[in-house]
């Protein structure tokens, strides 16, 4: 190259040079960094009152079918001549938890020493039956008065409390149908992150198991994961 040109040369390039690096700068200012977290969607769905025989057999074969673990909160009155249903929902994968020994608020939330008395003996049951020891609890009915003061009880213990978010509507809506209980869940999960959704799986609530395929198969479409206690 001749030495007259050789300036000129050296100025272009450092001109190119500046302009490339002012282009990057714009384009990683106009790309902010996409976080994960923000689209991560997560789904508990927790049973109460159970075990009972259909029900809560047809909800485990559903749960099995459609390859998703759930939380159940136990009534252990409720367990005796449905061992195998509760060895059942420990031996696929699902977790146990206190809910009462008999759902009778007066009783549980008589004192603190009949409350953990309760929480015990539930506790116990589940034990002795499934196998596994239960380190979750829901408050029957939510809870009363001296509910953080119970609940503090519970943390001494070793218990995590379980609340919920979002219901089906079984407990609510008098002779729901399948499609109201659907309906349901996902008019009160909108907006909810994670979802904790209420379910139950006594005797009564053959409704809730009919609707459980359309309420997973629903959140499963819209990008939900599955998760347990």
């Not at 485990?60 to 195998?84: H, N």
């Not at 239960?134 to 213990?157: D, H, I, S, T, W």
């Not at 869940?185 to 053959?206: F, I, M, N, Y």
Request: charged letters at 25%.
């Amino acid at each position: 190259m001749h030495k007259k040109y050789l300036p000129l040369t050296l100025a272009l390039a450092a001109l190119l040079t500046v302009l490339a690096a002012a282009g990057l700068r714009a384009m990683t200012q106009a790309a902010p960094a996409i976080s994960l977290a923000a689209e991560e969607k997560n789904i508990y769905l927790t049973f109460d009152d159970g075990p009972s025989t259909v029900v809560t057999g047809r909800v485990l074969d559903i749960l099995k079918e459609e390859d998703v673990k759930a939380t159940f909160f136990i009534v252990s009155d409720r367990v005796a001549g449905r061992e195998e249903v509760l060895r059942r929902a420990a031996r696929e994968g699902h977790t146990l938890g206190v809910h009462s020994v008999n759902h009778v608020y007066t009783q549980i939330y008589a004192s603190e020493e009949a409350f953990l008395h309760d929480v015990e003996e539930c506790a116990a049951v589940i034990e002795r039956v499934a196998g596994v020891k239960a380190r979750v609890y829901r408050f029957p009915g939510g809870g009363n008065a001296k509910r953080e003061r119970y609940r503090a009880l519970l943390r001494e213990r070793g218990y995590r409390v379980i609340s919920w978010n979002a219901v089906c509507g079984d407990e609510e809506i008098p002779n729901a149908t399948a499609e109201t209980l659907f309906r349901k869940s996902v008019e009160t999960a909108r907006g909810k992150q994670p979802v904790v959704l209420l379910l139950h799986d006594s005797a009564p609530h053959k409704q809730t198991a009919a609707a459980l395929t359309d309420i997973i198969r629903y959140f499963k479409r819209n990008g939900y994961t599955f998760c347990r206690f």
